[in-house]
């Protein structure tokens, strides 16, 4: 099964780009790699989703790397609202997990 | 209707009890999830549903047993749970059953405490 890794936590400034990574190795050619945060336990939230090619939406913007074994989440402008914890899923499977703090 | 709904919200219950969780969802999707989440860890697959069928099960103990009576209802059935089984329940729905593409909808979840 495919398994992704994250860093545990990170901090930001509000306003300030955040820029979130993540490690899937094991991903295979046509496998997405979808992005979702949770926030206080509720049910995860869709972000972002992509194969191949970067994307962007009003949330954020998803850059994978050529080789697609690692991604970055973009939150452009980080505000208090985005202090949560981010999640990218690969057939379904959750990686471990970022948990972004937001500072004023 | 973009809505996946779980019921209850939360649920306590003794080891001795029998209890299910429901899920719904009316956006036609034809795969439903199951998925289980304790304090300050990732949601950890259980179940996948495809079209009304088992297709997934993540070597679940028996004591959890999932039931999906139509293509909008997903029911996890409990029974002779233990105290550590005590955890956030998330049920998921996607349009398509096709592994590696499943864009998920999220219920908000039940929070089971097993005394």
């Known amino acids: 099964d495919a398994k992704t890794t994250q860093p545990t936590s990170m901090d930001c400034a509000e306003g300030r780009a955040a820029n979130l990574p993540c490690n899937h190795s094991t991903i295979s050619g046509n496998e997405y790699v979808y992005w979702y945060r949770q926030i206080h336990s509720q049910g995860p939230q869709y972000i972002i989703h992509?194969?191949?090619n970067n994307e962007t939406n009003e949330m954020a913007s998803l850059i994978i790397t050529e080789d697609r074994k690692s991604s970055t989440l973009i939150l452009p402008h980080a505000t208090l609202r985005d202090t949560a914890v981010y999640y990218c899923?690969?057939?379904?499977?959750f990686g471990t997990g970022t948990r972004l703090t937001v500072i004023p | 209707d973009t809505e996946v709904t779980q019921t209850p919200k939360h649920l306590v219950m003794g080891m001795t009890n029998k209890k299910s969780l429901k899920c719904e969802q009316h956006?036609?999707?034809?795969?439903m999830y199951w998925y289980k989440q304790k304090a300050k860890k990732p949601p950890e697959l259980m179940f996948v549903y495809s079209y009304e069928k088992l297709s997934i099960n993540e070597s679940v103990p028996s004591r959890f047993s999932p039931e999906c009576p139509n293509s909008s209802l997903l029911n996890l059935h409990l029974h002779a749970l233990q105290p550590e089984d005590s955890a956030l329940y998330l049920c998921?729905?996607?349009?398509?059953?096709?592994?590696?593409?499943?864009?998920?909808?999220f219920g908000s979840g039940t929070q089971l405490s097993v005394l």
């Open positions: 899923i690969v057939r379904a499977l």
């Open positions: 956006m036609g999707h034809r795969a």
């Open positions: 992509g194969l191949k």
């Open positions: 998921a729905s996607s349009q398509e059953p096709q592994r590696g593409a499943e864009k998920l909808f």
